[in-house]
């Protein structure tokens, strides 16, 4: 079973800018970055695959920047500008593929607030 480690979020000034890091305890490639609000779905947010692939929600887009440090297992969110909206807890999420079946593993998640 991977094992994903979130840091610990926190609260920041609307503008301001915020990092979140998911540790795996082995190799993910395929990482992402989900958020969620209470009565809400969770939603997602960014992802990486490998070193160079990457994706966006649009809500994010232009704001927000996900890599990857691979001797770490470590895949990072870089979040700036940020906005009362992008308050939620942040789930990092990897998916493993074995025999080419996918599974996916999942952090505790994190809590950000963006006060204003």
């Known amino acids: 079973q991977l094992r994903l480690v979130e840091s610990e979020g926190g609260t920041v000034e609307v503008g301001g800018s915020l990092t979140l890091s998911c540790t795996a305890s082995g190799r993910a490639p395929a990482t992402n970055w989900y958020r969620q609000t209470p009565g809400n779905e969770r939603d997602f947010v960014a992802g990486?695959?490998?070193?160079?692939?990457?994706n966006y929600a649009d809500s994010v887009k232009g704001r927000f920047s996900i890599s990857r440090d691979d001797p770490t297992n470590t895949v990072y969110l870089q979040m700036n500008n940020l906005k009362p909206e992008d308050s939620a807890t942040y789930y990092c999420n990897a998916v493993t593929s074995t025999d080419g079946d996918d599974k996916n593993h999942w952090g505790e998640g994190t809590h950000v607030t963006v006060s204003s």
């Open positions: 990486i695959i490998g070193n160079s692939g990457t």
